[in-house]
Nanobody, 123 residues
Framework: QVQLVESGGGSVQTGGSLRLSCASSGYTYTSACMAWFRQTPGKEREWVAVVTTAGTTYYADSVKGRFTISRDNAKKIWYLQMSALKPEDTAMYYC?????????????????WGQGTQVTVSS
């Protein structure tokens, strides 16, 4: 059974930084799209970033230049380094995975999700 566990959320002031981690287990695929999404109450879940098995990264325009996604394939962990945080980044952040990874990983059809970790940015 695939399991994803996020960690690293918290409260920071505007301009601060946080690093989220997603530890995964329960699968043997070596090829996977690893992604981060976020959601605020009353809004749809928003795709944030994704990294392919080869390490190619894609970002939503709202976080480009401020967030960095990375992965450790051996440990099946991926990260979201968030810098220059803004109040509008406040949300519950979820990691997600889909199998397999191609040259490109889409922002939809993710089959497994973590429970979420809260990020709060105060002004």
């Amino acid at each position: 059974q695939v399991q994803l566990v996020e960690s690293g959320g918290g409260s920071v002031q505007t301009g601060g930084s946080l690093r989220l981690s997603c530890a995964s287990s329960g699968y043997t695929y070596t090829s996977a799209c690893m992604a981060w999404f976020r959601q605020t109450p009353g809004k749809e879940r928003e795709w944030v970033a994704v990294v392919t098995t080869a390490g190619t990264t894609y970002y939503a325009d709202s976080v480009k230049g401020r967030f960095t996604i990375s992965r450790d394939n051996a440990k099946k962990i991926w990260y979201l380094q968030m810098s220059a945080l803004k109040p509008e980044d406040t949300a519950m952040y979820y990691c997600a995975v889909r199998f397999p990874s191609g040259v490109y990983c889409p922002a939809y059809d993710y089959t497994h999700w973590g429970q979420g970790t809260q990020v709060t940015v105060s002004s």
